[in-house]
């Protein structure tokens, strides 16, 4: 079998209020990445805002971005010097006047590909996303880093696996998924480890779609919640070859090998032998 591998960089970090310490921080992150010959790099939802839906009535325009911005300026330069693509969440201002919690993606020539917007909002005590984010209107979307084809999905897309699956058939070697997800500081969940389940999901996605799967979560404590960070990167069978720590600030960088996606694939039969005839209630809106 015949590699393909791809170096990926993954960015975990701590949001404070200063904004601008934020971004100088997060631009030196991102080119020692790349640097270290990081190819693709992927940056945490909303990396430069602290997590800002924790509260109501939070005033958001100090944290809104248009494309292009601030963000997209700062970081083609890096993607030009060093001919790397970056994934780049941000708060954004549309056009439209609608507030979107969305990914640019920059190719290697610094380039602004079209954005995707987060489709899947949630809403629950210390995640109230649906007073700040529009649901995304621009569907799923696939992007080119020379000879390979990723995906990009935002924090709550990873507990739908129709989003992995549509990605997938589209055409999809790997899926990033920039996240911000925490422990509610003296909740204790009855219903069991948050953490290992939102990895357990998705090592499923990458399973069953035969890819490699990578989550990038920020760290550190922010008000009530307590960001678990533990960034990670699967193999194309749900392996996790490269994790982060909780606590730490850190540059992950994996070597990717997307030739098993096929062999995997092929192997377990897990796209020839699917039945879609059986699947129409999966598009069927619970009332």
């Known amino acids: 079998m015949k590699k393909k591998i791809i170096k990926i960089g993954l960015i975990q970090s701590k949001v404070g209020d200063n904004l ?13 990445a790349a640097e270290k010959g990081a190819e693709i790099i992927c940056l945490q939802e909303l990396y430069k805002t602290p997590y800002f839906p924790s509260k109501k009535e939070v005033k958001v325009d100090k944290f809104l971005e248009t494309i292009p911005g601030e963000s997209t300026i700062a970081f083609s330069v890096i993607s030009k010097k060093y001919g790397c693509s970056i994934i780049l969440p941000i708060y954004e201002k549309a056009k439209n006047g609608k507030l979107y919690n969305t990914v640019v993606v920059l190719n ?7 954005s995707y917007r987060k489709i899947h909002i949630p809403h629950d005590p210390s995640f109230y996303e649906k007073d700040y984010f529009a ?5 799923y979307r696939l992007y080119k880093h020379k000879d390979t084809t990723f995906a990009v999905l935002i924090c709550f897309d990873q507990w739908f696996p ?40 998705m090592r499923g996605h990458s399973i069953a779609n035969s890819l490699p799967v990578i989550a990038v979560n920020r760290t550190g404590i922010e008000g009530n919640l307590d960001f678990w960070g533990q960034s990670f990167a699967t193999d194309a069978f749900g392996k ?16 990717l090998d997307l030739a098993m996606n096929d062999y995997i694939s092929e192997d377990w039969g897990f796209l020839r032998n699917r039945r879609p005839d059986t699947y129409k209630k999966i598009t069927n809106k619970i009332k």
Do not use: C
């Not at 290697?108 to 079209?114: A, F, L, T």
């Not at 649901?135 to 569907?139: I, K």
């Not at 996790?240 to 070597?255: G, P």
């Open 135 to 139: 649901e995304g209107n621009n569907g």
């Open 162 to 201: 129709e989003a992995a699956r549509s990605l997938k058939l589209s055409g999809a070697e790997m899926i990033f998924y920039p996240t911000a997800i925490a422990n509610i500081i003296g909740n204790k969940p009855i219903d069991g480890d948050w953490h290992d389940a939102w990895e357990t999901v």
């Open 240 to 255: 996790v070859i490269k994790r982060a720590s909780k606590n730490k600030e850190e540059i992950v960088i994996a070597s």
């Open 108 to 114: 290697e020539n610094g380039e602004i590909q079209p």
């Open 20 to 32: 601008e310490l934020n971004l100088k921080k997060t631009l030196k992150m991102v080119e020692n």
